[in-house]
């Protein structure tokens, strides 16, 4: 067997015992090496690390591969003590083989299992009393499967359940049997583990950023620099302490919010009911649902009953929703496909109906890290590195900081060794260069901008789980939006009703109630999912409203209903609907008895449908009724039923920006158990009955924000489910397109037995085709650019465009403006399609629909009344989208407050830098309080109060820079190093030229020669230079407030000015000999210091302003105009020079689009 192997994961949407997301935990593949100890190599490594005073042990701490690579040998999986995983992000982890022995007995129960994959478990060591070898990863546990020859997810054991299989767990399991599933699954728990502090601390010390500091603090003492070094050690001591704190409270809080653990009641193969643990739950127990609703802990599939189920904590959708029990058949379950039958670990099982009145029955599909919510409380846990430019480019300007401090110490050991000093001191000197050039607190003022911006978030109503995020936010590109509950109010008015019949459809009916009696109203009345809570009616806002114009009443069954099961035949109800009192209806015929509702099958985006069965008193006449898309509800009725103005009336329709439905029925009753009946069964061959139009209104801060989107170039796009000339309406409506911008419709079409894929663009003209003599006219004003397109595309055309055009995508998704008709998987992969073209993408969404999209995107905004939703990394209290500008505002304000500080803390470490060389060079060195007044009160309180700035009230047009590796970055620091170098040596050469000046005492170095004239004059002008960067690095306009809003900084920037001043004038002989300073009487001389420091601070500032104004562009016109690495950029210049797209009806097939597409 090879070294090398894989983990088996099963792919699908939401997590199950077969399924797992791949964009909510992305480690769906694995590359898995094995390795076992050597024993010579072992003890080899550990004398290493003795004799190299643990050193080697920070290295194997730090890179943990080059630990196994020198402790193990590689061998077969099979035999691994020690297995290196590279996951789907080519990030590598080590993890440890674990194995556990299984209770005696349980190898036959085990071989007695229809899967075979439990007897693959533990056959492997059928001599070693029934080992289980897996490992922990992330969460989830991975058991070795022999047959596989592979490691797989515990989850894999039972991925081939089918949905008749879950039934068969309907009589539950006994004792013995789900006491060896739990050994193979582990508790139900998801565990969040909460180390103690001592272990914390281990771990933050050894961090590279403190053993950084613990070297500095050490050498510092070594060279006599106590106070300093005390002070660092205290502050390095509160920082760790409060790190720590926040790390473990953070910790215990999503501890407490994963862990849930309740007493549940299930059924025992007996046929007893047992109220046990929900931590001793395992897939296959037959749980029992409350009537009173429970906290689900675990995933379920429903068998039995109805559940109204709150999942706001794992989708941010705040209206609850109806759950039915899962058809029977062969088909394998997928806790996605059957979403409306899956209860969700984490969710709120509100209430639960039975007609057995004992609640609903439910069969545990998934426990622990397996269950939906366990794979987004790992996704938290286990972040991926966020891979942004920034956070790149400051990785690597360290490495550049690196190499000054490497020239600085080689000067160093040439100027010291022509010296009279010691080898220990020169080595001293030398290495302490290191610890001034590499600031050690520059990790930690990387993150207060964002700390700041959080915090204003929070106040704004927007909670953030994800820091670094708010970074990444200032640089979004396009931001895709879900239309309803985001650009439009969740609630909808109804605007009427077109009734179909043998010559077409009828004249609108703006009050449904005027309806004749028939199968449109009762359609109207019984096609839903709402249910009662405390007489409350709850359920999807479109539904109630619905209802709510037919004058209908619902009811729902109370304590034993036998006796309204025989009202209605003998059929268990679900819900019954009432008509409304004679008096409001039609006065020449009503409708007098209700309808019972037996069935449900409740909508499903991938269906674009949904339907029920009901019966009337005695049981007759049984109907089916259907509501949902339009096209779709047409294609499942009969074709002499549909009106010929079927596409004209609703191409109207929805192009005047009305959300319509349509509703059919078929009678029933020639079947023979309608119990039983299947779902394709039902939604066939049906009477199309007409169109249900309802007025989805814009939301009033929709069009503003758009509008402020499209004033700072940043691409609004929208992705909805619903038709796709309603959201065209839409997107017109909210500024998403011009009044008179053209939208073309982009048709593409899969293989069929009679015709290959094509793509096709027509040109649309309000909701119509435009006349055919226009076509040409209008073909020229695009070719040429003179008239404004967009185009729009459905879901159906973007699958066929994905499979048979993929060079063809990039130039659809760039003129896209509209993507209807969109199932959830497609909007997660129209936000990974946009990533491939370099766009930052960002996503804002209210439901269940958008979970997928919303994770993928660089940033996504959850419309959602929680504090945090782990559906996104952003949560919004807001109902409306008024939120992404604040956010992009606040993320270009922290990123340009991120890009000031590291700019100052880099400068503050050059100042010191150049201060030290210089003093080095004359044989001295700044003093042991000089350090310490210059870290603690000048760089520290600049650095904390410098990013208290807001942002600005407005969105500019251009994006704040990302790269800390540009010109304008690296030009300005390289300049303004050279103006700091001059304004010091020209300190020393005016200190030097003065008459009074007295030389150092040669036979002595360093601190030991303070106080001096050099010394002073140096600190003197060095402390004029931190204050001027403060004020020369900080940006305001036009991604922040005016520096004078931010009054604190401005404040402690006078107050520093003024008492370096006094340091320089008016030193008192206190504070000079604390600080050592040299006494110098020469009132001339310390205002030449000043005005030196003056005109530094002017050269600096207008450098600084030359720069922003583009000067340092000029070189860039020598290497001459390179084309922009974003693909994104690089494609609209391609488009908007191109004379020939799009090709309108022009009919291009697979390889014409090839031979077309961009190179």
């Keep these: 067997m090879d070294r090398h192997g894989c983990v088996v994961e099963p792919q699908s949407g939401l997590p199950s015992p077969s399924n797992r997301n791949p964009i909510l935990s992305p480690t769906s593949h694995m590359d898995v090496q094995g390795y076992r100890w050597v024993c010579w190599r072992v003890w080899l490594c550990r004398l290493g690390t003795l004799l190299s005073l643990g050193l080697l042990f920070l290295l194997f701490h730090w890179w943990p591969r080059l630990a196994v690579l020198a402790r193990c040998a590689p061998c077969p999986l099979a035999l691994a003590d020690i297995l290196l995983l590279r996951d789907h992000f080519g990030q590598q982890h080590v993890v440890k083989v674990l194995t556990k022995e299984l209770e005696e007995g349980s190898l036959e129960l085990i071989e007695d299992l229809e899967d075979s994959e439990w007897r693959d478990t533990v056959q492997l060591h059928r001599y070693e009393k029934t080992l289980m070898r897996y490992y922990a990863f992330e969460g989830p546990h991975y058991v070795w499967l022999a047959r596989k020859g592979a490691f797989c997810r515990v989850s894999v054991l039972n991925e081939d359940w089918t949905c008749n299989d879950l039934y068969r767990f309907r009589d539950g399991l006994g004792h013995l049997e789900q006491n060896l599933r739990r050994q193979i699954y582990g508790p139900n728990l998801i565990d969040v583990p909460v180390k103690s502090y001592m272990n914390l601390l281990v771990e933050e010390v050894l961090n590279p950023f403190y053993v950084f500091q613990v ?59 047992e109220c046990v643990s929900s931590v001793e739950l395992v897939p296959g127990d037959c749980l029992i649902i409350p009537q009173g609703g429970l906290l689900l802990p675990c995933d379920a599939a429903l068998l039995a009953g109805e559940c109204m189920v709150n999942e706001s ?82 990785s690597k300007f360290l490495l550049f900081l690196g190499a000054v401090a490497l020239l600085g110490t080689i000067y160093s050991l040439l100027v010291l060794s022509r010296s009279n000093v010691s080898t220990k001191e020169l080595w001293i000197r030398a290495l302490d260069i290191v610890t001034i050039v590499v600031p050690p607190a520059l990790p930690a003022a990387l993150t207060t901008g964002t700390i700041y911006a959080q915090r204003r978030l929070k106040k704004q109503g927007v909670f953030c789980i994800s820091p670094p995020r708010i970074n990444i936010s200032g640089k979004v590109s396009i931001f895709c939006f879900d239309k309803t509950g985001t650009l439009t109010e969740e609630g909808l008015d109804m605007w009427g009703v077109k009734e179909a019949g043998q010559t077409g459809f009828s004249e609108l009916v703006a009050d449904p109630r005027l309806l004749a009696p028939g199968p449109m109203i009762t359609a109207m009345a019984c096609s839903h ?243 055919p003599g226009s076509i040409e006219v209008l073909t020229q004003g695009l070719y040429q650019s003179g008239i404004s397109y967009h185009l729009a595309i459905n879901g159906k055309s ?24 969109m199932a959830p998987e497609q909007k997660t992969q129209l936000v990974n399609e946009l990533q491939k073209l370099n766009y930052n993408v960002g996503m804002c969404g209210d439901g269940a629909n958008d979970c997928g999209a919303l994770r993928a995107a660089d940033v996504g905004i959850s419309l959602s009344e929680a504090e945090a939703s782990v559906a996104s990394s952003f949560t919004s209290k807001s109902n409306n989208i008024s939120c992404v500008p604040l956010l992009i505002r606040e993320g270009r304000c922290s990123l340009v407050t991120s890009f000031s500080l590291f700019r100052y803390m880099a400068l503050y470490s050059l100042i010191q ?57 690296l030009g300005s620091l390289f300049l303004h190093t050279i103006l700091i170098v001059l304004g010091q040596v020209a300190a020393l050469l005016i200190t030097t030229s003065q008459d009074w000046f007295v030389p150092l005492n040669s036979t002595l170095s360093g601190a030991a020669n303070l106080p001096n004239m050099e010394d002073t004059s140096i600190f003197a002008v060095s402390g004029y230079q931190y204050i001027i960067m403060a004020v020369v690095v900080t940006k305001s306009y036009p991604y922040k407030k005016p520096l004078y809003h931010n009054v604190l900084f401005l404040c402690i920037l006078l107050v520093l000015f003024a008492l370096m001043t006094w340091l320089v004038l008016y030193p008192g002989e206190f504070w000079r000999k604390f600080l050592k300073l040299y006494d110098i009487s020469d009132m001339t001389y310390k205002m030449l210091l000043v005005a030196l420091a003056a005109l530094n601070f002017l050269l600096c500032f207008v450098l600084e302003m030359l720069i922003d104004f583009g000067m340092l562009n000029c070189l860039r016109c020598i290497r001459g105009e390179r084309p922009s690495k974003k693909q994104y950029k690089r494609l609209d210049q391609l488009l908007s020079e191109s004379l020939s797209w799009p090709p309108l009806n022009q009919p291009l097939s697979s390889t014409q689009c090839s031979v077309i597409s961009m190179s």
């Design 215 to 273: 070297f500095s603090i050490i050498l510092w003492t070594i060279d006599h620099y106590y106070y300093y070094a005390s002070c660092i050690l205290i502050i390095s001591t509160l920082s760790i302490s409060l790190s720590l704190y926040e790390t473990r409270k953070q910790r215990s809080t999503l501890s407490s919010m994963a862990k849930v653990i309740t007493n549940v009641t299930i059924r025992r193969s007996s046929g007893e009911e």
């Design 313 to 394: 904590m794992l989708t941010g959708e705040s209206v609850p929703v109806m759950k039915t029990p899962l058809p029977a058949s062969d088909a394998t379950y997928n806790s996605e496909t059957q979403r409306r039958h899956t209860l969700f670990s984490g969710t709120h099982v509100i209430q639960a109906k039975s007609g057995g009145g004992v609640g609903a029955i439910a069969v545990v599909t998934s426990t622990g890290f397996f269950t939906a919510k366990g794979d987004l409380i790992s996704s938290i846990l286990y972040q991926q590195t966020v891979d942004f430019r920034f956070y790149r480019d400051a």
């Design 913 to 969: 830098f150049c201060s030290v060389l210089i003093c080095y060079t004359v044989k001295t060195n700044l003093g042991d309080f000089q350090f310490l007044f210059v870290d603690m009160v000048l760089v520290t309180l600049l650095a904390i109060v410098m990013g208290r700035g807001g942002p600005s009230e407005d969105l500019h047009p251009r994006r704040p820079p990302a790269s800390l590796l540009a010109l304008p970055v």
């Design 529 to 771: 999912t709402v249910a009662l809570l405390a007489g409350q009616a709850l359920g999807d806002p479109l539904e109630l409203k619905m209802i709510e114009s037919t004058g209908w009443e619902l009811t729902e069954p109370e304590g034993d209903q036998t006796a309204l099961d025989s009202e209605f035949g003998g059929h268990r109800v679900l819900a019954v609907m009432k008509p409304p009192a004679q008096e409001f209806q039609p006065a020449d015929d009503s409708i007098s008895e209700g309808v019972a509702i037996i069935r449900r099958f409740p909508f499903a985006s991938s269906l674009q449908r949904m339907s029920v069965v009901t019966v009337a008193p005695g049981g007759h006449p049984a109907r089916a009724f259907i509501k949902g898309a339009p096209e779709m509800v047409a294609s499942l009725c009969l074709e002499e039923t549909v009106p010929a103005q079927f596409s004209s009336v609703l191409r109207t329709s929805a192009g005047d920006g009305f959300r319509v439905l349509a509703l059919g029925y078929k009678p029933l009753d020639g079947q023979p158990d309608l119990r039983t009946i299947e779902r394709e069964a039902v939604e066939r061959d049906m009477h199309f009955l007409g169109l249900l139009l309802m007025k989805n209104p814009v939301k009033p801060e929709s069009p503003d924000v758009i509008k402020t989107l499209r004033l700072a170039h940043i691409r609004s796009v929208m992705v909805t489910g619903d038709n796709i000339l309603t959201a065209v309406n839409v997107a017109r409506s909210c500024g998403m397109m011009g009044s008179d911008d053209k939208v073309i419709f982009v048709q593409a079409n899969t293989y069929t037995a009679q015709s290959m894929p094509t793509l096709k663009f027509h040109l649309g003209e309000r909701g119509t085709m435009a006349p």
């Design 798 to 821: 973007f699958a066929a465009l994905c499979d048979h055009f993929p060079e063809y995508l990039p130039k659809v998704l760039m003129r896209t403006s509209v993507f209807a008709r």
